[in-house]
């Protein structure tokens, strides 16, 4: 079955530091990747993607993404942590070969707090 | 450009009225998605539009919800005889589809209509 696992509930991180938000995936083909976050009181915003091509992929206010097929995994990253990332992030992965491929499978959803 | 809009923000209503939540999607955006996203989870599918077809109602709850879009551009979700376990926020999403030949498959969020029923 297609399904998007995060494995952490929530992500402390010291401003500053790099962060990484996990994501694991399970599609029958290839997958299409996508990460998009959720500030408080807001809606979901589109931060990256992942296709085809390199598998590092850049977004949005400086966060990146890396797929990684052998680990069936696509973990977000930033360098440099601020305090304005905290916020609710998804992963959400795309089964092209399903018939309904239009729909996005969404994990539950990282917590990220960036302590000053 | 203008993105997803959606009206109204908040809706309150009495248990058993009946109520029309309208989106209105990016200007030229095929696809067109409706979601119901409880407080700190993700967001659940409801139901799918490509241009004005409605090609997928597998997530509506039950058939006192509906949706349209009729011209292919604005959809209204609504819900008869409201109840409270209705209360959430339902969100609407477009996506561009295929235009220019390239296929854009990420979706864009409208900000959400609370609903709440008492």
């Known amino acids: 079955a297609q399904s998007v696992a995060q494995p952490e509930d929530q992500v402390n991180v010291a401003e500053g530091n790099p962060l990484t938000v996990k994501c694991t995936y399970s599609v029958s083909g290839n997958p299409y990747l996508f990460w998009y976050v959720q500030y408080p009181n807001r809606g979901l915003q589109f931060l990256l993607k992942y296709i085809t091509g390199d598998n590092l992929v850049k977004g949005s206010y400086g966060f990146e993404a890396e797929f990684n097929k052998s680990q069936t995994s696509f973990h977000l990253k930033k360098p440099s942590a601020l305090v304005s990332d905290s916020a609710l992030y998804f992963c959400?992965?795309?089964?092209?070969?399903?018939?309904?491929?239009?729909?996005?499978?969404w994990g539950a959803g990282t917590k990220l707090i960036i302590k000053p | 450009g203008a993105g997803v809009s959606q009206s109204p923000r908040y809706k309150v209503t009495k248990r058993g009225q009946d109520v029309a939540l309208r989106c209105d999607p990016i200007s030229g955006h095929v696809s067109l998605y409706w979601y119901r996203q409880a407080l700190g989870q993700g967001p659940e599918f409801l139901t799918y539009f490509n241009y004005e077809a409605q090609q997928d109602k597998s997530g509506l709850p039950n058939d006192r919800f509906s949706a349209e879009r009729p011209e292919g551009s604005i959809s209204t979700l609504t819900i008869q005889r409201t109840e409270q376990r209705d209360s959430a926020m339902y969100r609407c999403?477009?996506?561009?589809?295929?235009?220019?030949?390239?296929?854009?498959?990420?979706?864009?969020f409208g900000p959400g209509t609370r609903l709440t029923v008492t």
């Open positions: 999403a477009s996506s561009a589809g295929l235009a220019g030949g390239k296929t854009s498959y990420e979706q864009y």
């Open positions: 959400a992965v795309r089964d092209i070969f399903l018939d309904s491929n239009y729909q996005l499978i």
